[in-house]
């Protein structure tokens, strides 16, 4: 919901004039600097257990844009028993659909933000110490377990030691976004492609999608070759990282702008009575 809205920065005001630690679903994975001070942790099934007990033993939960699924409460019966729940959230379907809410707010993550920020009582950090060493002194355990590899997971793939990998981007990211990966995957070693593809589902069926690729060389694209085999029997090398995911961009871009243009072709033809349904 706060991406969505793009309310990441009104979400970070409202923390730091409240000091409310934030915590997050894995879909708003992003929606504020992990290294933020009051920024927390993931929640829920597949988060982190400092922020969960967290959840289990707050007297009070904002929950904005998110729907309380059972990857977030478990056992709902048990879920936060001693929290009451403020929920916000565009669709008033979700809420109270899943757990009890005390106050229900309907509306837009970005404006609901902006009009509370002026009825909550600015808070420093020094008034909650006591409760924020509390889950300082959680979160170090957390992240200290062998299970967050001591703070490894912040790095995943470029955390191990294994120089000279090849790591390849088969999304549609945006490229600076590779492109700054890229960059960190050089620092520590690695060698980045950016490996769009293109074929759609009959050509994932048919193991007969096309890549464009960035970044790398003829010996890098040669050692990827087994890899490709299976399902991409044509790759087209465009130049330096990003210039794949560039091509990607360029591809949807024309391939939505014809869907959009015989949209509007067939609904002029509605308009002038013509019988579409005729072949």
């Known amino acids: 919901g706060i991406l969505h809205a793009g309310a990441e920065q009104d979400l970070v005001a409202f923390a730091e004039q409240t000091s409310i630690p934030v915590a997050w679903t894995l879909l ?16 829920g099934m597949h988060g982190w257990k400092h922020v969960n007990r967290a959840i289990q033993s707050a007297d009070l939960l904002i929950a904005i844009g998110m729907r309380f699924d059972d990857r977030v409460t478990g056992n709902v019966r ?17 809420i109270g659909k899943n757990v009890a809410v005390e106050v229900p707010i309907v509306g837009d ?15 420093p950090m020094d008034a909650r110490k006591e409760y924020l060493d509390q889950l300082a002194d959680w979160k170090r355990e957390s992240t200290a377990s062998s299970w967050h590899g001591s703070g490894a997971w912040r790095d995943g793939l470029l955390s191990a030691d294994n120089p000279g990998q090849i790591l390849l981007d088969l999304t549609s990211s945006a490229p600076d976004d590779t492109r700054k990966l890229a960059a960190q995957a050089k620092a520590r070693g690695r060698i980045y492609m950016d490996a769009a593809m293109t074929g759609g589902a009959t050509g994932a069926d048919n193991g ?17 070759a087994p890899v490709f085999a299976p399902f991409s029997p044509k790759q087209f090398h465009l130049g330096d990282v990003g ?6 961009l360029i591809h949807n871009m024309i391939l939505h702008t014809n869907f959009f243009a015989t949209s509007e072709g067939c609904r002029l033809a509605e308009h002038a009575g013509l019988p579409l349904a005729k072949r």
């Open 28 to 43: 708003g994975i992003g929606a504020m600097d992990e290294e933020h001070p009051l920024a927390y942790g993931f929640m």
């Open 109 to 123: 993550a970005k404006r609901v933000l902006r009009m509370l920020a002026p009825m909550v009582q600015a808070t």
């Open 243 to 248: 210039a794949g995911h560039t091509m990607k």
């Open 78 to 94: 048990t879920f936060a028993p001693y929290a009451r729940i403020i929920h916000v959230d565009i669709d008033p379907a979700e």
């Open 208 to 224: 007969k999608l096309t890549l464009m690729l960035g970044g790398g060389d003829d010996a890098t694209i040669a050692r990827c």
